[in-house]
């Protein structure tokens, strides 16, 4: 990749916070990478960094040897038919695909494009927006390590980067990618129970977010496993005691299962 150009295509959260985060850390060039997308006021803040603007998908792949694909599952085949023909003239070890869509297998841009490229599977999550991010990465077996090591360092610019299996990837999803939407569906419902019993809605959510900090480092640092650390705040007969039994009592732990189970086979539905 010393020599690539990047292609970005969909420029939304996602795109966005890995561009950011690669012009803050100078970890590529500005001027070897471009983007589409069809909505051209997107790209606008990264072109007056130096990142270049492409009328279409198919032009950008022309450009470039490296290709983000930054865009919903269900745009996948529009757009993988429009790159069909630009990448078929190009030499199969040349061009790496990187795609973060959920469910998008290796075998479906394999079966969509034809031919045996270099492919990537991300699956980051919206903290990296503000470089504090979480992404799993997957890589097919012709992809080099030197090669998939960059890719990682690119998602290393925007938070933290694990690697795993192809088929771990739809059940990661929970883990990470979609997790964020139940901490923060949490952190609403504290925040409005502290103001109904008077304290202030700010006040509770800078209190519920160092909370979630400090856990965060009790669980990486204190050697402990997660079920020891529940003990640890739970006395028999206390408040955190009185708090579980109503959660349990609700079958809190297999309903969580079962929203996991739900987010995996979602993904897997929206396989091409």
Same mark, same amino acid.
């Given at each position: 990749?010393?020599?690539?150009?990047?292609?970005?295509?969909?420029?939304?959260?996602?795109?966005?916070?890995?561009?950011?985060?690669?012009?803050?850390?100078? +970890?590529?060039? +500005?001027?070897?990478?471009?983007?589409?997308?069809?909505?051209?006021?997107?790209?606008?803040?990264?072109?007056?960094?130096?990142?270049?603007?492409?009328?279409?998908?198919?032009?950008?792949?022309?450009?470039?040897?490296?290709?983000?694909?930054?865009?919903?599952?269900?745009?996948?085949?529009?757009?993988?038919?429009?790159?069909?023909?630009?990448?078929?003239?190009?030499?199969?070890?040349?061009?790496?695909?990187?795609?973060?869509?959920?469910?998008?297998?290796? *075998?479906?841009?394999?079966?969509?494009?034809?031919?045996?490229?270099?492919?990537?599977?991300?699956?980051?999550?919206?903290?990296?927006?503000? /470089?504090?991010? +979480?992404?799993?990465?997957?890589?097919? *077996?012709?992809?080099?390590?030197?090669?998939?090591?960059?890719?990682?360092?690119?998602?290393?610019?925007?938070?933290?980067?694990?690697?795993?299996?192809?088929? *771990?990837?739809?059940?990661?999803? +929970?883990?990470?990618?979609?997790?964020?939407?139940?901490?923060?569906?949490?952190? /609403?419902?504290?925040?409005?129970?502290?103001?109904?019993? /008077?304290?202030?809605?700010?006040?509770?959510?800078?209190?519920?977010? *160092?909370?979630?900090?400090?856990?965060?480092?009790?669980?990486?640092?204190?050697?402990?496993?997660?079920?020891?650390?529940?003990?640890?705040?739970?006395?028999?007969?206390?408040?955190?005691?009185?708090?579980? /039994?109503?959660?349990?009592?609700?079958?809190?732990?297999?309903?969580?299962?079962?929203?996991?189970?739900?987010?995996?086979?979602?993904?897997?539905?929206?396989?091409?």
């Amino acid at each position: 990749m010393e020599n690539s150009r990047l292609g970005f295509i969909g420029i939304g959260n996602m795109a966005s916070a890995i561009i950011g985060g690669i012009l803050s850390t100078n +970890a590529f060039p +500005a001027d070897r990478i471009c983007m589409y997308d069809p909505l051209p006021e997107k790209m606008d803040r990264f072109v007056e960094a130096g990142a270049e603007a492409c009328a279409s998908a198919a032009a950008l792949a022309e450009k470039c040897d490296v290709l983000f694909l930054c865009i919903k599952p269900q745009v996948f085949p529009a757009v993988l038919h429009d790159l069909k023909p630009v990448v078929a003239n190009k030499n199969e070890s040349n061009v790496l695909f990187v795609s973060i869509a959920a469910g998008i297998t290796f *075998q479906n841009l394999q079966d969509a494009l034809g031919m045996q490229h270099g492919y990537v599977r991300a699956m980051p999550n919206t903290p990296l927006l503000l /470089g504090a991010g +979480a992404t799993a990465l997957c890589r097919t *077996q012709n992809v080099p390590d030197a090669t998939f090591q960059q890719i990682s360092d690119i998602f290393a610019c925007c938070g933290t980067v694990c690697k795993i299996d192809e088929a *771990q990837m739809n059940a990661v999803i +929970a883990v990470n990618s979609s997790s964020p939407a139940y901490l923060y569906r949490l952190a /609403g419902l504290i925040c409005d129970y502290a103001q109904a019993r /008077g304290i202030d809605w700010q006040t509770a959510l800078e209190l519920f977010c *160092q909370t979630l900090k400090g856990s965060a480092e009790m669980l990486l640092k204190s050697g402990k496993t997660p079920q020891a650390l529940v003990d640890m705040v739970t006395s028999k007969g206390g408040t955190t005691f009185a708090l579980l /039994g109503v959660l349990d009592a609700h079958d809190f732990d297999q309903t969580m299962r079962e929203s996991f189970e739900a987010c995996e086979k979602r993904a897997g539905e929206l396989s091409m």
